[in-house]
């Protein structure tokens, strides 16, 4: 799989975190950023502009090479680098012969400062979170210029070793206190476990024809990736319909997709179904919409969920049992 990140985000299951090619805008200049896509569709979510640099420290053109497990990065001068989301909250990156810039835009009041001898903390109150960025080999170069209540810029330039011409190093979102790890698995054995997990949902894929593969599984990448963890108005595992401008949960599509889901991961597709009632209002009304952050109850959508638990009960027992204890369901029992 090769899929376009100016189209499909990269990210992975369980994760707030992507990476995306995205256009020129009045604020932006066009390149690969990762990103946060917590508190909603109103903005990107961009953090840090990436560049590649080769040995004199100039930027150089490359193109990007996506599967579910990895970003491959390559310039036409034989320059590499390989991104993995080795978990929900850390980037990794390695690179080979060249050098890796990150420059993060700062807006009021974010800043950055030296953590630990190989570890600079960026706080970011523009996207309520905080990255630490660390160089796991190699090295690593900040240019942080303090002016009165902030950072003007940060730049962080993650430099190749001189005997092995390797750079590696994470770049790790937390919101209160960093904790440093015991030790860090490899690259290789990150980029694996991804690579298990993701064929693990796909095998579990409703099967179509050999004509239909390749649409399959970008079909079951983008389900896959699109799900966000539990936290703050999620109270449970959140499938959003893209991780570019449609980071919500809907009050319709949730029905969507607790149907796609609920032949081969039937909990799951329960928790897809059962998430907006878990917010319901004492009205009975339930959100427009919901995203880690806030809800919006300014608008509805059809009442389409009694049809819609009518048709995945039908897929099996489990649905059945889940009906009949879940106590303060809107529908009451089946």
């Given at each position: 799989?090769?899929?376009?990140?100016?189209?499909?985000?990269?990210?992975?299951?369980?994760?707030?975190?992507?990476?995306?090619?995205?256009?020129?805008?009045?604020?932006?200049?066009?390149?690969?950023?990762?990103?946060?896509?917590?508190?909603?569709?109103?903005?990107?979510?961009?953090?840090?502009?990436?560049?590649?640099?080769?040995?004199?420290?100039?930027?150089?053109?490359?193109?990007?090479?996506?599967?579910?497990?990895?970003?491959?990065?390559?310039?036409?001068?034989?320059?590499?680098?390989?991104?993995?989301?080795?978990?929900?909250?850390?980037?990794?990156?390695?690179?080979?012969?060249?050098?890796?810039?990150?420059?993060?835009?700062?807006?009021?009041?974010?800043?950055?400062?030296?953590?630990?001898?190989?570890?600079?903390?960026?706080?970011?109150?523009?996207?309520?979170?905080?990255?630490?960025?660390?160089?796991?080999?190699?090295?690593?170069?900040?240019?942080?210029?303090?002016?009165?209540?902030?950072?003007?810029?940060?730049?962080?330039d993650f430099l190749p070793d001189r005997k092995?011409?390797?750079?590696?190093?994470?770049?790790?979102?937390?919101?209160?206190?960093?904790?440093?790890?015991?030790?860090?698995?490899?690259?290789?054995?990150?980029?694996?476990?991804?690579?298990?997990?993701?064929?693990?949902?796909?095998?579990?894929?409703?099967?179509?024809?050999?004509?239909?593969?390749?649409?399959?599984?970008?079909?079951?990448?983008?389900?896959?990736?699109?799900?966000?963890?539990?936290?703050?108005?999620?109270?449970?595992?959140?499938?959003?319909?893209?991780?570019?401008?449609?980071?919500?949960?809907?009050?319709?599509?949730?029905?969507?997709?607790?149907?796609?889901?609920?032949r081969h991961d039937p909990k799951l597709a329960?928790?897809?179904?059962?998430?907006?009632?878990?917010?319901?209002?004492?009205?009975?009304?339930?959100?427009?919409?919901?995203?880690?952050?806030?809800?919006?109850?300014?608008?509805?959508?059809?009442?389409?969920?009694?049809?819609?638990?009518?048709?995945?009960?039908?897929?099996?027992?489990?649905?059945?049992?889940?009906?009949?204890?879940?106590?303060?369901?809107?529908?009451?029992?089946?």
């Amino acid at each position: 799989m090769n899929f376009d990140l100016n189209v499909v985000p990269f990210s992975r299951r369980e994760s707030f975190l992507a990476i995306s090619i995205l256009p020129e805008a009045q604020d932006r200049q066009q390149g690969l950023y990762l990103r946060t896509v917590r508190g909603g569709d109103d903005k990107f979510g961009e953090a840090f502009h990436m560049d590649m640099l080769d040995e004199s420290g100039q930027s150089v053109s490359f193109q990007a090479i996506a599967c579910p497990e990895l970003i491959r990065l390559e310039s036409t001068g034989g320059l590499k680098a390989e991104i993995c989301i080795s978990d929900h909250r850390t980037f990794r990156i390695r690179t080979k012969g060249c050098g890796i810039r990150l420059t993060f835009r700062t807006a009021a009041y974010d800043y950055a400062y030296q953590a630990a001898s190989s570890s600079w903390e960026v706080n970011s109150f523009t996207h309520e979170c905080r990255f630490m960025l660390t160089a796991l080999g190699g090295d690593l170069r900040m240019e942080v210029p303090w002016d009165k209540i902030k950072s003007s810029y940060v730049i962080a330039d993650f430099l190749p070793d001189r005997k092995s011409g390797i750079s590696e190093f994470a770049v790790e979102e937390f919101h209160t206190v960093w904790e440093p790890r015991a030790a860090w698995e490899s690259f290789d054995d990150a980029v694996k476990q991804v690579k298990e997990e993701f064929n693990q949902w796909l095998n579990r894929m409703l099967p179509l024809p050999e004509r239909w593969h390749e649409s399959r599984e970008l079909a079951a990448y983008i389900t896959w990736s699109c799900l966000v963890p539990a936290e703050g108005c999620l109270t449970r595992s959140a499938m959003y319909k893209s991780k570019n401008w449609m980071t919500n949960i809907w009050s319709w599509d949730h029905c969507f997709n607790a149907m796609a889901l609920v032949r081969h991961d039937p909990k799951l597709a329960w928790d897809q179904f059962m998430i907006f009632f878990d917010r319901q209002d004492e009205s009975g009304l339930i959100p427009d919409f919901i995203n880690n952050k806030y809800e919006l109850w300014n608008c509805n959508k059809p009442p389409i969920h009694g049809w819609t638990l009518s048709w995945m009960m039908c897929a099996g027992a489990y649905l059945e049992r889940s009906v009949h204890t879940a106590g303060n369901c809107a529908f009451g029992p089946a």
